[in-house]
């Protein structure tokens, strides 16, 4: 079972701002990286380390971290931004083991 | 430009030792701060994170699988290999390997293959 965890489903309105949340333990001391999906296509970076976006990503997308939740942020989100996205952290062990937080659904209405 | 591809069986038997190879190209993993992961999804199903090895051929495993995984590279080849011993039905998924990089952020996966779906069946 995943360390970190999020909310299996939300949905937002075109242009609208939605926050995807990620908690656990490991958060507190660690950056949480994101990732997006989209049906029959390998994984996307899309935010690491305190808020870095990758060339090419959007800068509708955002990352925060408070405590032991970290957040992904799409500020004005597009049709094309309907995917699965995961987080991806240390676990709680402290040591160089990582984990996948257990993915949320976004839906743009 | 970073490219990575996977490739192994697509069908193996129960019990078998399953072994896959990331093939890249673009980058080199003696490189400080250079990795390379390998994660899996079943199908519909979340992602998995399996195991990882560093530029300096440190190696981690999950937690849950890392009496069955070991990972290796061939740097002159640009491969690495994971083994996943005594396969069972629940192990069939897509199996991606992904480039990892380390900074003082942490670790990070910026590129990824197109993943390989293995089968476990008799």
Known sequence: SSELTQDPAVSVALGQTVRITCQGDSLRSYYASWYQQKPGQAPVLVIYGKNNRPSGIPDRFSGSSSGNTASLTITGAQAEDEADYYCNSRDSSGNHHYVFGTGTKVTVL | ?122
């Open chain 2, 1 to 122: 430009q970073v490219t990575l591809r996977e490739s192994g069986p697509a069908l193996v038997k129960p019990t078998q030792t399953l072994t896959l190879t990331c093939t890249f190209s673009g980058f080199s993993l003696s490189t400080s701060g250079m990795c390379v992961s390998w994660i899996r999804q079943p199908p519909g199903k979340a992602l998995e994170w399996l195991a990882r090895i560093d530029w300096d051929d440190d190696k981690y495993y999950s937690t849950s699988l890392k009496t069955r995984l070991t990972i290796s590279k061939d740097t002159s080849k640009n491969q690495v290999v994971l083994t996943m011993t005594n396969m069972d039905p629940v192990d069939t998924a897509t199996y991606y390997c992904a480039r990892t990089l380390r900074d003082s952020s942490g670790y990070y996966l910026d590129y990824w293959g197109q993943g390989t779906l293995v089968t476990v069946s008799s």
